[in-house]
């Protein structure tokens, strides 16, 4: 909307100084189709969230039962997200070209966000409110759980396999252009000041 939609893209220049904002045409391919899945997905919760904020207003629910539905679709499209990476990985039997240290600090981060919610529970005596918050919970041992599958899969099950050599030496060929200094070093720097 921010890109595509004159009316949003003038009220942000309202509220900041008749500055644009920043989202250009390259932050979403306009050839991209939304899978069915997806745009049930999306519709679903859509309708929910409209459906709960009208029942709010007629007194059947409340805010709460509102943030508690969007935190769920939120647990269940995290829950998505993971998925493909994984049926990637056991398609290729490898985890070439993917970062695990991402995985090590999203394990670090669920870990930590399940302790604190634990030491929050053990310090204010208040054990119920650990089940009270079921989806910082659930985000905590999804990201745990779906780390560890990512760190098996990378430290044990395709750790050693020839493709993953192979793979590995044909994308060092194909991206050295990557690894050459835009800046000359030290001596390339005496070596053309010496010309001019």
């Given at each position: 909307m921010f890109f595509s939609s004159e009316k949003i893209r003038k009220e942000y220049r309202?509220?900041?100084?008749?500055?644009?904002?920043?989202?250009?045409?390259?932050?979403?391919?306009?050839?991209?189709?939304?899978?069915?899945?997806?745009?049930?997905?999306?519709?679903?919760?859509?309708?929910?969230?409209?459906?709960?904020?009208?029942?709010?207003q007629l007194g059947v629910n409340q805010w709460i039962d509102l943030l508690y539905f969007l935190s769920y679709v939120?647990?269940?499209?995290?829950?998505?997200?993971?998925?493909?990476?994984?049926y990637l990985n056991f398609e290729r039997k490898s985890t070439v070209g993917w970062s695990i240290h991402n995985?090590?600090?999203?394990?670090?981060?669920?870990?930590?966000?399940?302790?604190?919610?634990?030491?929050?529970?053990?310090?204010t005596n208040n054990w119920d409110g650990i089940l009270g918050d079921p989806v910082k919970l659930?985000?905590?041992?999804?990201?745990?759980?779906?780390?560890?599958?990512?760190?098996?899969?990378?430290?044990?099950?395709?750790?050693?396999?020839?493709?993953?050599?192979?793979?590995?030496?044909?994308q060092d060929d194909i991206f050295d252009w990557e690894r050459e200094r835009l800046l000359p070093n030290d001596k390339e720097n005496r070596t053309i000041n010496n010309y001019v």
């Amino acid at each position: 909307m921010f890109f595509s939609s004159e009316k949003i893209r003038k009220e942000y220049r309202d509220h900041n100084d008749g500055k644009d904002n920043l989202v250009q045409v390259n932050d979403g391919d306009p050839k991209q189709k939304i899978s069915p899945i997806a745009l049930s997905i999306i519709l679903v919760s859509i309708l929910g969230a409209t459906s709960l904020s009208v029942s709010v207003q007629l007194g059947v629910n409340q805010w709460i039962d509102l943030l508690y539905f969007l935190s769920y679709v939120k647990l269940g499209l995290s829950f998505i997200k993971y998925l493909p990476q994984i049926y990637l990985n056991f398609e290729r039997k490898s985890t070439v070209g993917w970062s695990i240290h991402n995985i090590l600090l999203d394990f670090t981060g669920g870990l930590l966000s399940t302790v604190q919610l634990v030491l929050d529970a053990y310090s204010t005596n208040n054990w119920d409110g650990i089940l009270g918050d079921p989806v910082k919970l659930g985000l905590g041992f999804l990201s745990i759980a779906f780390d560890l599958i990512f760190m098996f899969q990378h430290y044990i099950l395709y750790r050693n396999g020839d493709n993953r050599k192979n793979e590995m030496e044909a994308q060092d060929d194909i991206f050295d252009w990557e690894r050459e200094r835009l800046l000359p070093n030290d001596k390339e720097n005496r070596t053309i000041n010496n010309y001019v």
